[in-house]
């Protein structure tokens, strides 16, 4: 325990306070000059405020170049500094990720402007908190003539010539605009921009060019972008930008605009031609503040763009006069952080672990760490070009992320943590499970097993995959009893589900389990498979028979379930629909050659060569006929009539919240008149079909022209009436 003392400073705090000012000018600069953090936000941001909570503690220690006594960065010297004509504040950030965060604010501000319980709720702004680096695009007569970053706030650089290579930046204003004008907002990367740099990056990189890197993460690349120094390189990082403030401007009694709100004031930006996130919305109180928490927080992963959390602003100007600053913040904002998505953890081992079709893929076991809001203790390192690149090793301290429903994975490893030389992790050879020859094809990412279902690892995830919900579904067949069933060799191949206990008991009889069946009636095969499934541990009779009662009903399916259940590489569940459609009956599917496959909508060469080679292979064509023969069935037809096909050959994108079709709904009838839905808009995108709510996807139609239909007008041409 330490004991309070007012007057002697423990000097192992003084030590402390050392080594955190020197760590965090450390990364500040890698964050603010060379743009190339190693260390995650959150990381920084722990880091901080333990600083402060010290200085707090010994504010006589506090030094005026202690990293709690600046605002954001430091010029660089090769750009020309720029004074802000109005300075550029930061915002109060509040990390509480709950509703109590909006909450307060509303509550702080009703204190600050003396209201009761009886007045009516404040009017807000909600706006996203875009995660790229903040701008000021100053205009003197409707042209733009200079754009500087915030610096420390009060001194920024002047990167005109790059921001100038933005397109959606005007260049040049309507003639409404007042005579100086100062729009702030932010610069950041699309996220498929990014993508699609780093991919440009690698193809320079393995073509052996010198000193060229890949980004981290979109802010980063947003920020080497616009502090690059050759603006022809700088013109080939693609930037966008948000328009959500102003600097200096005309002021009224020389003819300048009169605004009320900061509401008016973003659409008229708007209307001079600056991009305004269509997310920005007025919100009345803290039920509404926290109502846009909430629903841009399920929208984050689905944005265009990337977010760290949303900023509520006062809306009226004259409140925010009236709210003043305090330091360097306006009282009338606040920045709401969303759950960070990135953290640092440590890595425990690496494991290899044996995928459905014996795709082995190392997995860095982690010591347990909060991220993305829930505990994370494995996160993927794809395959061995990536755990090679990565380079993680076990102790290694590394940067994890999630995002969203996608799997955790490592980003990067901070080399300087690195303790002693751990060996490097190279792929086994052979399969971890069945120990069979592991090979990498040409032209392949991954190892695979060459055990095939003689692999445990294999059967296992090969019965869980029959057994979802999306297949076949047995309720109630979880892992840990397949990995029984498996282990204890009561299920080998799919049919054994249906014959629990027979291969014990035909071999305790000396006889085939053919032999068996006939000596088994329905109510016998009943008792020993009940019997077989209560010994399994953690088996009470009750769910035992639940089971079975689940695998009964399994056995009534239908032919696309089934089809995509036998997990045939590259037939997944839209594939399966598409044969089933098509031929109608199995056979016809078991016995179709190569080309009679490509015939069917969505199956490439691959696919056919995939679909071929399965049944071919005499035990797969066994595991179909046992099935069959345990009851597994499905109504078979003729090849279905192809009539509402109006809609064939168009693809179509749902965003939003349709006003009476579920987006189940919506996809069910597109598909039915012969269309395709798919998820994301390009080029070859038909129609958008957009609700309200719409997000990114909205954004990107209008961008690239695809036409946008209502609810209505979608109706219109399910029906075949010409818009
Ligand atoms: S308003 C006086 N609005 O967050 C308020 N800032 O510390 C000035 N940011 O680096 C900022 N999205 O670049 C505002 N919708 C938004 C924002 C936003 C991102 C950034 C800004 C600055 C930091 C605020």
Not at 107 to 124: N, Q
Not at 261 to 278: C, I, R
Not at 373 to 382: D, E, I
Not at 571 to 593: S, W, Y
Request: negative net charge.
């Amino acid at each position: 325990m330490q004991t309070l003392d007012l007057f002697a400073m423990p000097s192992d705090d003084a030590q402390r306070l050392a080594t955190l000012r020197q760590t965090l000018h450390e990364h500040a600069h890698r964050y603010y000059v060379l743009d190339e953090p190693s260390i995650p936000d959150a990381e920084y941001d722990r880091l901080f405020r333990e600083l402060q909570a010290l200085e707090a503690a010994h504010p006589e220690l506090i030094t005026p170049d202690s990293p709690t006594q600046r605002v954001g960065g430091k010029a660089l010297e090769q750009f020309a500094q720029v004074r802000h004509a109005v300075p550029m504040l930061s915002i109060r950030t509040e990390t509480d990720t709950q509703a109590s965060g909006a909450e307060n604010f509303d509550a702080r501000i009703r204190r600050e402007l003396s209201l009761t319980e009886l007045d009516a709720p404040v009017t807000y702004v909600a706006e996203p908190k875009f995660d790229g680096l903040a701008m000021n695009l100053r205009y003197e007569h409707g042209v733009l003539v200079q754009a500087a970053t915030r610096g420390d706030g009060e001194t920024g650089e002047d990167v005109t010539q790059n921001i100038r290579t933005i397109g959606q930046i005007p260049l040049r204003l309507p003639t409404d605009a007042p005579d100086v004008l100062e729009v702030r907002g932010e610069v950041y990367m699309r996220r498929d921009d990014f993508e699609a740099l780093n991919e440009r990056q690698r193809q320079k990189i393995a073509a052996g060019a010198k000193g060229e890197k890949t980004f981290v993460n979109p802010r980063n690349a947003a920020a080497g972008a616009v502090r690059q120094l050759d603006p022809a390189i700088a013109a080939q990082r693609p930037l966008s930008f948000f328009a959500y403030g102003l600097g200096e401007i005309t002021p009224p009694e020389a003819g300048g605009p009169v605004f009320a709100t900061h509401y008016d004031m973003l659409q008229t930006l708007k209307s001079w031609g600056f991009p305004v996130s269509a997310l920005v919305k007025r919100a009345q109180g803290a039920i509404e503040l926290v109502a846009f928490y909430d629903a841009i927080g399920q929208q984050r992963d689905g944005l265009g763009f990337d977010i760290d959390g949303v900023v509520y602003k006062v809306d009226s100007l004259s409140l925010q006069r009236q709210l003043g600053f305090v330091t360097r913040e306006p009282r009338w904002a606040v920045a709401h952080k969303f759950p960070a998505q990135e953290m640092l953890t440590t890595v425990l081992a690496i494991d290899v672990q044996v995928g459905r079709t014996g795709k082995l893929t190392p997995v860095a076991k982690l010591a347990p760490v909060f991220v993305g809001g829930v505990t994370v203790t494995n996160a993927t390192l794809h395959n061995e070009d990536e755990a090679r690149r990565k380079d993680v090793r076990v102790g290694d301290t590394v940067i994890v992320r999630r995002a969203g429903d996608v799997i955790p994975e490592v980003v990067s490893v901070l080399l300087d943590k690195r303790v002693g030389e751990p060996e490097p992790f190279t792929m086994p050879h052979t399969c971890p499970v069945c120990a069979s020859a592991a090979v990498r094809e040409e032209g392949e990412a991954d190892y695979r097993c060459t055990g095939g279902l003689f692999c445990s690892a294999q059967r296992k995830q090969a019965i869980l995959h029959f057994a979802q919900r999306r297949a076949v579904e047995v309720e109630g067949l979880g892992d840990k009893l397949v990995d029984q069933l498996v282990e204890r060799d009561v299920v080998r191949t799919l049919p054994d589900l249906y014959r629990l206990g027979w291969r014990a008991q035909a071999e305790l009889l000396a006889i085939s389990q053919d032999q068996l069946a006939d000596e088994l009636d329905a109510s016998k095969q009943q008792a020993l498979a009940l019997s077989t499934l209560s010994n399994m541990d953690r088996m009470a009779v009750l769910s035992a028979q639940n089971l079975l009662d689940a695998l009964q009903k399994s056995k009534q399916t239908t032919l696309p379930r089934f089809l995509f259940g036998l997990g045939i590489r590259h037939v997944g569940e839209a594939t399966a629909k598409e044969l089933a459609r098509h031929f109608g009956q199995l056979d016809a599917i078991m016995t179709a050659t190569e080309a009679q496959l490509l015939e069917v909508a969505d199956v490439g060469p691959i696919v056919a060569r995939s679909i071929r080679t399965f049944f071919d292979q005499p035990h797969n064509v066994e595991v179909v006929a046992q099935l069959r023969a345990c009851g597994v069935t499905w109504p078979e037809g003729p090849p279905a009539e192809r009539a509402p096909t109006h809609l064939s050959g168009k693809t179509f994108v749902l965003t939003g919240t349709l006003p009476t079709l579920g987006r189940e709904d919506a996809k069910a009838l597109i598909e039915a008149a012969g269309g395709k839905v798919a998820g994301s808009v390009s080029k070859k995108t038909s129609y958008v079909v957009a609700g309200s709510e719409a997000g990114s996807k909205l954004d990107k139609a209008l961008e690239l022209d695809v036409p946008v239909l209502d609810e209505a007008g979608l109706q219109a041409l399910l029906q075949g009436v010409d818009e």
